[in-house]
């Protein structure tokens, strides 16, 4: 009999995986401290700007009198 490839996560395991990741985010932050966005950093701050720059600077003014 095969084993299915893909594990499957409980939503609650899911979300308790992404807030490890989350978490172990901020404390390389913490960690390395202030410095610019470096490739390959995982840290909250550097995939913060990196989706910064892929989204594109948000120029729309978004209310209307
Ligand atoms: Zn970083």
Redesign the pocket.
Known sequence: MKHPVKKKYSITAQRRIILKMINASFIQ?QK?GA?PL?KG?N?I??VNKRKRIIKGPTTDWKFKL
């Open positions: 932050a390395l410095h470096t950093c840290c701050v550097c």
